[in-house]
């Protein structure tokens, strides 16, 4: 028979790795009897583990949930995992990050080196996008009652602070609390988003988790609505996108770069490129907006010609007469009038 501290280890084992044991099958697992069991689980109690017993033709145990976390056993690939999502729970924005390294710095002086090396050789950093915005950090208690509100399928109430010219959402004058239907918590660009159906607007919007405060309590139970699409990240990157669902950029246009399409095609993300010749390439590219797709096309340093359509034609003469205008000021030493 195991010694004591050895069984107890091995009991604990078996208790995390289904919801509920029988005594008698406790019992033929460890090669002791029932009331050695009985003895155990009452050692494993006094230690702080949640063990209690459940009712039953059989009997049984289980490791139910207490007011305290205690110590945890797990295996190889757990230990593995849970050491590499606290590592990349590091960089997340999410508001834990000093409490995931600490957890992490945990794991890690317990772990046999076996695990460790594997560990390490995991190197996780965080790269933000060059920008000149903020990547304002979200609280982790709002994340947890954002995603309360979610799994309770509770209508949420919130204030949702305004932009501000900084981007860190914090400026302007509060606006009315919102009232939604929360379905999703998400990640985009490094920020929280929840995407909700918003109740006074009737229509799916998404909101940044660090513009939100929530109130409490939450509001009544709702029967969940089908997001439309059905996948959500999807939805999320269409939003983004401005394409309202159809998978697709709303202004898409298609031009000749005076350029060689290698050179073209690292800056084009989900644009086509077409070689045309060694010092030519055909672009077909997506924006929001047609001003903005003549723009994105513009930062290229070569000469353009427009296949189409329209649109993009008119887009290019309007960025031509503002550009035009800005030479003008810039010339005469005067500001621009604001719009």
């Known amino acids: 028979m195991q010694k004591t501290s050895a069984r107890l280890l091995s009991l604990l084992s078996l208790l995390q790795s289904r919801r509920d044991w029988p005594g008698a099958l406790l019992a033929e697992r460890l090669g002791i009897s029932a009331r050695t069991v009985r003895r155990d689980v009452d050692r494993l109690r006094e230690l702080g583990y949640p063990v209690v017993a459940v009712k039953g033709p059989d ?82 208690g709002v994340l947890m009652a954002l995603t309360a509100a979610v799994h309770a399928c509770e209508v949420l109430r919130f204030d949702y602070a305004p ?27 490094a920020r929280w988003y929840l995407v909700a159906w918003d109740l006074d607007r009737e229509d799916w919007r998404t909101f940044r988790a660090d513009r939100i405060t929530p109130r409490t309590p939450t509001g009544p139970r709702f029967a969940p609505r089908e997001l439309p699409g059905g996948d959500v990240a999807a939805f999320v990157a269409d939003r983004f996108q401005g394409s309202a669902g159809s998978g697709t950029w709303p202004c898409r246009g298609e031009v000749i770069l005076h350029l060689p399409a290698a050179v073209v095609s690292p800056y084009t993300h989900d644009g086509v490129v077409e070689e045309l010749g060694p010092d030519r390439c055909r672009l077909l590219l997506g924006s929001w907006s047609w001003a903005g797709l003549a723009a994105a096309i513009g930062r290229f340093d070569a000469d353009i010609e427009v296949v189409g359509p329209a649109e993009l034609k008119d887009a290019f003469a309007v960025l031509a007469r503002r550009y035009a205008r800005a030479a003008a000021d810039a010339g005469a030493g005067t500001a621009p009038p604001m719009p």
Do not use: C
């Open 163 to 189: 932009a501000s010219p900084s981007g860190d959402g914090q400026g302007g004058t509060m606006a009315p609390p919102r009232r939604v239907q929360p379905h999703h918590l998400v990640t985009w660009g």
């Open 59 to 140: 009997g049984g145990y289980r490791l139910d949930a207490g007011t305290e976390l205690p110590p945890l056993l797990f295996d190889d690939e757990q230990a593995v995992a849970l050491a590499v999502a606290l590592r990349i729970a590091a960089t997340t924005g999410a508001g834990i990050e000093d409490g995931a390294v600490r957890a992490l710095n945990t794991v890690r002086q317990v772990m046999p080196a076996r695990l460790r090396h594997r560990v390490d050789t995991l190197h996780v950093t965080a790269v933000e996008r060059p920008t000149t915005r903020p990547n304002p950090q979200v609280d982790s």
